[in-house]
């Protein structure tokens, strides 16, 4: 079974910096198969990235993901008020779907 | 216009069996490529992938609770259904039906859940 651990577990930041998200997996997977989400509370997840760096409909170009192997990223380039949330990365395989435990980005 | 919605009961019993059905529009389950998942997230925690079942009718389930878990469709009325076994207070959760398009990677929309709680 893979597992995904995301690094920091919070981020605190102001708006307009830069965050930078980590999604480490136990073992390597595949690229097309790891996705980023982002929660807000009281709501569903909204799919941000798929395929490591494809862009979800709709979602700025603020946002872009990278990685491959184990290890994965989501930058969010410069942060909005409405960035703030909760991130999960997300990975498929072996007809079993595993989430990361979340980041917390915070305003600092 | 797709949408998802989670239907079921707000509370339940520990050993009594959960019912939830997913009501989606915009699309067909019939159509090559579709499929939709249950997801469910504990309180202040993780989620947590439950089940998928495809167009062709295949289905998958965690590993860890396939034994409690029977996922079902109707395609008729655009409809999903998750049933769990032996509900246990560990299983208070909101539970999601998300659908996957074509990449069976992720779920590209998502039902807004339906909070669970499992208490005598």
């Known amino acids: 079974e893979i597992v995904l651990t995301q690094s920091p577990g919070t981020l605190s930041l102001s708006p307009g910096e830069r965050a930078t998200l980590s999604c480490r997996a136990s073992?390597?997977?595949?690229?097309?198969?790891l996705a980023w989400y982002q929660q807000k509370p009281g709501q569903a997840p909204r799919l941000l990235i798929y395929?490591?760096?494809s862009r979800a409909t709709g979602i700025p170009d603020r946002f872009s993901g990278s990685g491959s192997g184990t290890d994965f990223t989501l930058t969010i380039s410069r942060l909005e008020p409405e960035d703030f949330a909760v991130y999960y990365c997300?990975?498929?395989?072996?007809?079993?779907?595993?989430f990361g435990q979340g980041t917390k980005l915070e305003i600092k | 216009q797709v949408t998802l919605r989670e239907t079921g009961p707000a509370l339940v019993k520990p050993t009594q069996t959960l019912t939830l059905t997913c009501t989606f529009s915009?699309?067909?389950?019939?159509?090559?490529?579709?499929?939709v998942s249950w997801i469910r997230q504990p309180p202040g925690k993780a989620l947590e992938w439950l089940a998928r079942?495809?167009?062709?009718?295949?289905?998958y389930y965690s590993t860890s609770l396939k034994t409690r878990l029977t996922i079902s469709k109707d395609t008729s009325k655009n409809q999903v259904v998750l049933t769990m076994t032996n509900m246990d207070p560990v299983d208070t959760a909101t539970y999601y039906c998300?659908?996957?398009?074509?990449?069976?990677?992720?779920?590209?929309?998502w039902g807004r859940g339906t909070p669970v709680t499992v208490s005598s």
């Open positions: 073992q390597s997977v595949s690229s097309s198969y």
């Open positions: 395929g490591a760096s």
């Open positions: 997300q990975v498929y395989g072996s007809a079993q779907y595993t």
């Open positions: 998300a659908r996957i398009g074509h990449n069976y990677g992720h779920w590209d929309y």
């Open positions: 915009g699309f067909s389950l019939s159509t090559s490529g579709m499929c």
């Open positions: 079942i495809d167009w062709d009718n295949d289905k």
